[in-house]
């Protein structure tokens, strides 16, 4: 394998399952191993453990916006993760990508969970907010513009914090997962839109110098990065 120069954010990489006319049925086999995938690489209960059980409330449902949310698995586990703590989650997944909805909602419906086809901008001029906002593997595929307005959005949606979590681009993480997942995930896009989605991501330099002072930047194991924002309690 010849390894391309990490160096830099590769923005013009483009990956295939964005392509609207990309084949149906290898992008929903990629949509039915994105759980496999993130439960190995996303660090979701980690996440979950550290940065949004501490700011549950035991006394009603929390509510929580998920951004781009695929085929809903995180979603998911928030949930059953939640439920299993104690707690209860009122999830909104958002995906502006009808593929995507089509195959979530094609799962076993869950009570807590609403799928929706929207962006955050839309949401934000209904006046809605949520106690929690939440995106994975999004910032990558955001351009210029997209970026800041995604965290503009989220300042205005979350009243108590928003998460979001994205690959951190490293030379030794693109090593791995093309490795890890040469063997397995044939027949789908989850191995060449990962290393797309490496190509394209952010180091953590990259995203401290990116986003606002309000933001912070936690790297996370492995090849992780959270952006995590409070907003002031005044």
Known sequence: MILPSLAHRDRDAREWMDDPGCDRETLDRTYSQFRVVNALV???HATYRRHLRPVLPRDRP???L????GGGDVARNLIRWARRDGFSLQVTAIDPDPRALAWARRRPPVP?????PALSRELVD???SFDLVISNHL??????????????????????????SDIRRERWGYLLFSAGTR???????????????????YT?????????????????????ALLIHDPDPR
């Open 204 to 224: 953590v330099p990259e995203l401290r110098a990116a986003v606002p002072p309000t933001w912070r930047v936690a790297p996370q194991r492995p090849s992780r």
């Open 62 to 64: 929390a509510t929580v």
């Open 126 to 128: 209904e006046g809605r």
């Open 66 to 69: 998920d951004i781009g949310c």
């Open 42 to 44: 996303a660090g979701w």
């Open 139 to 164: 910032l990558h595929h955001l351009d210029e513009q997209q970026f800041p307005a995604l965290l503009a959005d989220s300042q205005q949606l979350a009243r108590v914090r928003a998460v979001h």
């Open 112 to 116: 807590e969970l609403t799928f929706r």
């Open 183 to 201: 063997p397995f995930f044939r027949r789908s896009f989850i191995r060449e839109d990962g290393l797309i989605s490496i190509r394209r991501s």
